[in-house]
């Protein structure tokens, strides 16, 4: 990411409707130099993602929101990193709260609760600008994202990273669902990208079929492993199928791997026995 001072509302580049950055204050291994928080338009404001319950961030957001408005706060999934801020803010500023609600399982923010029910491809209209909810399962059960229909800009959250790929949780989070909603991405007209991590990217249809090419490729290295190791622990396979990442990662990394495991097993190519996998002949 380019330097930046976190708090600090920087301005991205959109044609129609303002968008600005604000990095968080929670820099971390899992969260890079921090948390995106981005606001959108000029008097009728929306802001995505405002990260951790951080005093010094909340009063970061007022001072950008100044004297406009802030109508919606939109949440894309309620990991720590993302959704908990959303309730001080709205208490300060009675701003909407979008999203989907936590799932019952651990490591899930319970503090959000959204205004009512939203769908798959409901439109939030701020007069000024739309904003379309665009389900998008696979981290978690409950991520959306956001796409800014005037600009063609996605606030892709942990759905789409610039310079990593995102950890998949099961068992909230699903590998097919992941690549069945990176798939219908492709589908939909976009200009830009702006993640929760990293840097706003403009090339987003080839970033989208990188990303599902990583992840095939990586597919294949799992069933790779299991020819090569027969019947295996997680523990053994992530060594194999995760060579190319740093030790500190490799926790995260069998997430992920158990993922790959459970989307090969639904599809009949992979079993697993007492802890142990093997591939399906």
């Known amino acids: 990411m380019k330097e930046s001072e976190a708090g600090v509302a920087v301005s991205i580049a959109t044609e129609y409707v303002p968008v600005r950055r604000l990095l968080g204050r929670n820099p971390g291994p899992m969260t890079g130099p921090g948390t995106n928080s981005y606001l959108i338009g000029k008097q009728r404001l929306s802001l ?20 406009a408005t802030l109508e919606n706060i939109l949440i894309t999934h309620t ?35 959204p205004d009512r029910l939203f769908s798959d491809e409901d ?15 696979g981290h978690v059960s409950n ?29 909230d989070g699903d590998m097919a669902a992941y690549l069945e909603a990176l798939e219908r991405l492709l589908t939909i007209p976009l200009k830009l990208l702006a993640p929760a991590h990293g840097d706003v990217m403009f090339q987003p249809y080839a970033e989208i079929e990188k990303l599902i090419a990583h992840r095939l490729k990586r597919e294949q290295k799992v069933l790779a492993g299991l020819d090569s190791l027969g019947a295996c622990s997680l523990d ?46």
């Open 48 to 67: 995505v993602d405002p990260g951790p319950r951080d005093e010094a961030q909340l009063q970061s957001f007022l001072e950008a929101i100044g004297d």
């Open 79 to 113: 990991h720590a990193d993302h959704s908990p801020g959303a309730l001080a803010l709205h208490e300060a500023t009675g701003a909407r709260l979008i999203g989907l609600k936590a799932p019952d399982v651990a490591g899930h923010d319970k503090t959000f609760v």
């Open 123 to 137: 439109i939030v209209d701020c007069g000024e600008y739309k904003i379309q909810l665009i389900a998008t399962p």
């Open 143 to 171: 991520h959306i994202c956001f796409l800014l229909r005037d600009e063609q800009l996605l606030f892709t959250g942990d759905h789409v990273l610039q310079g990593t790929t995102p950890v998949i949780l099961p068992p």
């Open 236 to 281: 053994e396979l992530v060594v194999t199928v995760y060579d190319d990442v740093s030790p500190q990662l490799i926790p995260w990394a069998k997430k992920t791997l158990m993922a790959h495991l459970i989307k090969l097993q639904q599809e009949g190519r992979v079993s697993e026995d007492n802890e142990l996998w093997q591939a399906q002949q």
